[in-house]
């Protein structure tokens, strides 16, 4: 009902860190396209099985290592149903490789919805006698825009089945501020949807002081970083942005506590498509995401001691 | 590459109103789900063909009387990648009738991957050598909490394809105003964000003066609606909250700018779940979501009067 398990998988693998799985068709190598165009042609279903076949390669190479993968919705939707069934056997085949999974997908509706959303992606549906997990994720990624009765069926469910959510917090794109930033009495937008999440989480707490409910925080903006790691004690970070949107280790540092945890860190292009330095074949894509995940891990870590 | 595709609709059918298709299974008449469950088992398969059969019949029944659906991809996603196929070909199959389908997603994200998200629901794909339109919706809804950035792709792609996106403004939802209706200055969250609809449909400009960038204002809160028509006089409103959630034909015309344009009411369960209101055999439901269209378009119409 918190973020435990991740914190738990963020602690055995001495690793804060999450490789975003955002599979855009041009970050595929052309042999595993090839193969899969060759057997499904030039589909939808063709594109959904080259993803899958890609990232199979990453789990297995990283699972080790990393404790959770961050698939993005949107690029699985933008293969159609047939790449939002990749992302399902994307989610079961990491969490069969012990990982951690969080679905990026930034949902967001009044309550009778938002309870559909969390039976969708965290919890189980019923079909006549039956009980499913539809995608069943570890996690979630929501937008707090509509107040607490949009985030309170999540919070149920995460009750029930032992998982989390992550609300939108202050993004790291370069416009988060246009609303994000603007203030209400003396506070910032995000202050109050950091203060949200807060008491949100009191319902989920956990057993390392940080609850179910965590924040986004982008890693671009680390002075905010560091205002929300003191003003939130019990509110867990997700920060994307480190790498190629251009957020650094010592910024991203901010995001962690005094016992350094308290954030796990994205990376999704940096290793998505490590082969394409010039220093690999691309059948070897597995191996240069790997040296890019250890890269990344040390990075960080010693940006935290 | 404007909302006109849809105020044409509306004028031509004399119906300002859409319906949403938010198909939980318990609103699906036994004998779908019984013949569905036979041939697919209890399955997400079966829940997912008992929707489409479901749906199939309710567009079949309003598609001359009505200009738009709404599916919400909520209750697509609760039953899987099978259920996000059933929102892939409720979407054709209404298209086919000659609807305008609005996905409503609520969908929101960075720039790169709100990109992603605007070819998967709105426009075209390229696989291989081929060109593949994912989902092909009409419009989509979309939350603005990241500001332009987040927006920009989407306006890109419905110049293109001559779609059109609808941004949460001020939700229908009880805790709507936890957030919304905070003062910033002295304008609130939601005229804030009112204001940025204005500004980024100055880019999609319409025949009619309603640009391609619509809003989502609540039924629920008929003051905000009077006030938001009054400011965003180049906004087409998409209004939920209509029967169900407690808006009432009063308080939607105040959506309506002098013309009777300017806004498209939504009404969902009232629609869907009509046949049990104690007056129809469930083979019949069909029949009794036309009957309730018909009344809801005359107590609409006679309000905007």
């Known amino acids: 009902m918190s973020l435990d398990r991740l914190i738990d998988k963020i602690k055995e693998t001495n690793n804060p860190t999450v490789v975003g799985l955002d599979p855009k068709l041009d970050y595929i190598p052309e042999f595993i396209k090839e193969k899969a165009f060759a057997e499904y042609g030039e589909t939808l279903k063709g594109a959904a099985e080259a993803i899958f076949e890609y990232n199979k390669g990453i789990i297995d190479a990283i699972c080790e290592v990393v404790p959770a993968i961050k698939p993005q919705a949107a690029y699985y939707e933008?293969?159609?149903f047939e790449g939002v069934e990749t992302l399902y056997k994307t989610i079961r085949y990491a969490q069969d490789k012990g990982m951690f999974v969080m679905t990026d997908g930034k949902r967001n509706d009044i309550?009778?919805?938002m309870e559909a959303y969390s039976t969708a992606h965290l919890g189980e549906v019923v079909v006549g006698s039956k009980t499913i997990a539809p995608f069943g994720a570890?996690?979630?990624t929501v937008n707090g825009y509509l107040g607490t009765d949009g985030i309170a069926p999540l919070l149920d469910v995460c009750k029930k089945f032992d998982k989390g959510i992550f609300v939108l917090v202050k993004t790291s794109n370069k416009s988060s501020g246009e609303l994000?930033?603007?203030k209400i009495g003396d506070k910032t937008v995000y202050e109050v949807m950091g203060d949200m999440c807060e008491k949100w989480g009191e319902e989920l707490p956990g057993k390392y002081g940080y609850s179910g409910v965590g924040a986004v925080v982008g890693a671009t903006y680390p002075e905010q970083l560091e205002e929300m790691r003191a003003k939130l004690p019990h509110t867990f970070f997700l920060v994307p942005g480190y790498g190629a949107q251009g957020g650094g280790a010592a910024g991203v540092a901010k995001a962690f506590d005094k016992n350094g945890i308290g954030a796990i860190v994205n990376s999704s292009r940096?290793?998505?498509c490590a082969y394409k330095n010039g220093n690999y074949?691309?059948?070897?894509?597995a191996k240069a995401a790997y040296d890019e995940v250890i890269r990344m891990r040390e990075d960080i870590n010693s940006a935290i001691k």
């Open 78 to 80: 933008m293969y159609g």
């Open 111 to 113: 309550g009778a919805t």
């Open 138 to 140: 570890d996690a979630l």
């Open 180 to 182: 994000q930033d603007l």
């Open 270 to 272: 940096a290793v998505m």
């Open 281 to 285: 074949d691309e059948k070897d894509y």
